[in-house]
């Protein structure tokens, strides 16, 4: 079982993917590993506005499902499970989706993504273009969950949707 995360800036994918990954033992990975791995090999910290502007550059000169493909590629070749929490864009979406992917949506009002930005000393920028298309994922997702609580309260409600899914995963 593979599962996409969707969802605004500070809403709780990362969050959501650990459980899920804690729970059923799904491989961690992003959507824009290859950024990641840039922003490594160029030795700098990373810069949220810095790995959008060159996620988009890429994707102007190589096609907008650059990463997805590499991404879905991987999920094949290696037979695990995975679970990703960055998928930002409807051709993301219908990549995933049709390599069979689950796809969940997590929401939290402003004033309490503002908050955890704060608290983790990131910018809150949603107006980047990458930012743009996550809001139109929400009608399409298998899930929709509402991350206004506790971790306790996200736990228990992702644990209901992995029990309500009654799939396995394949361990690596």
Same mark, same amino acid.
């Given at each position: 079982?593979? #599962?996409? $995360?969707?969802?605004? %800036?500070?809403?709780?994918?990362? &969050? !959501?993917?650990?459980? #899920? /990954?804690?729970?059923?033992?799904?491989?961690?990975?992003?959507?824009?590993?290859? #950024?990641?791995?840039?922003?490594?090999?160029?030795?700098?910290?990373?810069?949220?506005?810095?790995? %959008? =502007?060159?996620?988009?550059?890429?994707?102007? *000169?190589?096609?907008?499902?650059?990463?997805?493909?590499? !991404?879905?590629?991987?999920?094949?070749?290696?037979?695990?499970?995975?679970?990703t929490? +960055?998928?930002?864009?409807? #051709?993301?979406?219908? &990549?995933?989706? /049709?390599?069979?992917? &689950?796809?969940? *949506?997590? =929401?939290? +009002?402003?004033? $309490?993504?503002?908050?955890?930005?704060?608290?983790?000393?990131?910018?809150?920028?949603?107006?980047?273009?990458?930012?743009?298309?996550?809001?139109? !994922?929400?009608?399409q997702?298998?899930?929709? $969950?509402?991350?206004?609580?506790? !971790? =306790?309260?996200?736990?228990?409600?992702?644990?209901? $949707?992995l029990?309500? %899914?009654?799939?396995?995963?394949?361990?690596?």
């Amino acid at each position: 079982m593979n #599962i996409a $995360i969707s969802g605004k %800036q500070c809403a709780g994918k990362s &969050t !959501l993917a650990e459980i #899920i /990954s804690k729970h059923n033992g799904a491989k961690l990975c992003k959507v824009i590993d290859k #950024i990641y791995q840039i922003n490594k090999l160029l030795g700098v910290p990373r810069n949220r506005g810095f790995m %959008q =502007d060159l996620g988009e550059s890429i994707r102007k *000169y190589f096609g907008e499902d650059y990463f997805v493909k590499d !991404l879905a590629s991987r999920v094949k070749q290696s037979g695990c499970s995975f679970v990703t929490d +960055d998928m930002r864009k409807q #051709i993301e979406f219908d &990549t995933l989706k /049709s390599a069979g992917f &689950t796809t969940i *949506y997590v =929401d939290a +009002d402003e004033g $309490i993504r503002r908050k955890r930005a704060e608290k983790l000393g990131l910018d809150f920028r949603e107006d980047h273009p990458a930012e743009k298309e996550i809001e139109q !994922l929400r009608n399409q997702c298998d899930f929709v $969950i509402e991350n206004n609580g506790t !971790l =306790d309260e996200l736990e228990n409600k992702i644990v209901n $949707i992995l029990k309500l %899914q009654n799939k396995t995963l394949k361990d690596c």
